[in-house]
């Protein structure tokens, strides 16, 4: 049993490399602690009223402080961001996080990436853990997004970006 639940989980991270995913950071405030980190585990719920999932490790950082905060925001990134989502996603660089970007800083709001595709403010409406993650529905509450459509891209373990649209 265990030998095919290796399969089906190793067969399940493969299928899912072959789908594109657009690179977000996510970010809350705690106080005067701010804290964010790369994903791509998120994905809109409804639209009416406008919702969306942000999927957090239970052993990640952020998790603790979306728990406790009043409203947190997710930051699309551009396909010239790469490097926001490098920072992001490195336990080892914490300290460059909320230097790496043009981040807005406003007392008792969730950081926010100035020039990202879009910025998504969300009030956390429910959490409820599943396996090693904690899924976060928010209730979105304000949009900001740039006119160009050039977002980050993740597919296939590496950084891409929509090389051809499609109509």
């Known amino acids: 049993m265990r030998e095919m639940v290796h399969e089906l989980t190793e067969g399940f991270k493969l299928a899912l490399r072959k789908v594109a995913a657009s690179v977000a950071v996510v970010t809350a405030r705690r106080g005067d602690k701010l804290d964010g980190m790369t994903a791509t585990a998120v994905t809109s719920l409804c639209a009416d009223p406008p919702c969306l999932l942000a999927c957090v490790a239970r052993a990640a950082a952020l998790n603790s402080?979306?728990?406790?905060?009043?409203?947190?925001?997710?930051?699309?990134?551009?396909?010239?961001?790469?490097?926001?989502?490098?920072?992001?996603?490195?336990?080892?660089?914490?300290?460059?996080?909320?230097?790496?970007?043009?981040?807005?800083?406003?007392?008792?709001?969730?950081p926010y990436l100035s020039d990202a595709q879009a910025n998504i403010f969300c009030r956390c409406a429910n959490a409820f853990p599943i396996q090693t993650h904690t899924v976060f529905v928010g209730q979105v509450c304000e949009v900001r997004h740039l006119p160009r459509i050039a977002p980050l891209l993740y597919l296939d373990g590496a950084y891409s970006s929509v090389a051809v649209r499609i109509s």
């Open 65 to 110: 402080t979306m728990a406790e905060c009043e409203e947190f925001c997710v930051n699309y990134l551009c396909v010239d961001q790469e490097h926001i989502s490098r920072v992001f996603s490195d336990t080892r660089r914490r300290h460059e996080r909320f230097q790496t970007g043009q981040w807005v800083l406003e007392p008792g709001r969730a």
